[in-house]
C-alpha cells in the first residue's frame, strides 16, 4: 500500500510537493529541497535592495531567510542588454540574482512551473513585499 502510495504521489509530483505532509519525503522520491537558485527579479522598493542585508523569500506555503550573495546582472529594459551592477538595485530595477536561503525549499525552474518557480521577497523589518522572482537555475 505504501509503495503504491509512493508511486501515485511521484507520478503526481507537480500536485503534491507543495503539501506539507510530502515535504519530508520529497527526498525519498528523488526530489531534493535545495539551499541556493538563480532567479531573474523585479525590484519594487524605493529603498534599493542590498546584498548586505537578510530578506524573507516567501515561496507557496513557506517562508525562509535568504541572502543575495550575488547580483550576476542587471537588464537594461530599453535595449534588453545585460549591464554590470554593484551591489544595490533601485525601483523597478530588473535583475539576474543568486540566493541563499536559511530553510531548504523544494522549487522548480519557472518555465516548468509557474506556481512553484515564482516567489515574492518581503523586507523582515517592514514586512512590506519588495520584489519578486522566477526561477531560472538550480543550485544543489
Not at 9 to 25: A, G, L, R, S
Amino acid at each position: 500500500v505504501l509503495a503504491a502510495m509512493a508511486k501515485n504521489i511521484e507520478k503526481n509530483w507537480p500536485k503534491y510537493k507543495c503539501n506539507p505532509i510530502v515535504i519530508p519525503m520529497a527526498g525519498f522520491l528523488g526530489k531534493d529541497a535545495i539551499k541556493n537558485f538563480t532567479a531573474t527579479i523585479c525590484w519594487f522598493s524605493e529603498s534599493p535592495l542590498s546584498t548586505n542585508r537578510t530578506y524573507l523569500l516567501m515561496h507557496t506555503t513557506r517562508t525562509s531567510k535568504a541572502k543575495i550573495t550575488n547580483i550576476n546582472y542587471k537588464v537594461n529594459i530599453e535595449t534588453l542588454e545585460h549591464e554590470k551592477v554593484q551591489n544595490e538595485l533601485k525601483t523597478n530595477d530588473i535583475a539576474n540574482v543568486s540566493f541563499k536561503l536559511a530553510q531548504p525549499l523544494i522549487v522548480d525552474n519557472y518555465f516548468e512551473n509557474r506556481g512553484t518557480g515564482s516567489f515574492i521577497i518581503v523586507d523582515e523589518t517592514t514586512f512590506h513585499t519588495v520584489g519578486a522572482g522566477m526561477i531560472q537555475l538550480l543550485d544543489k
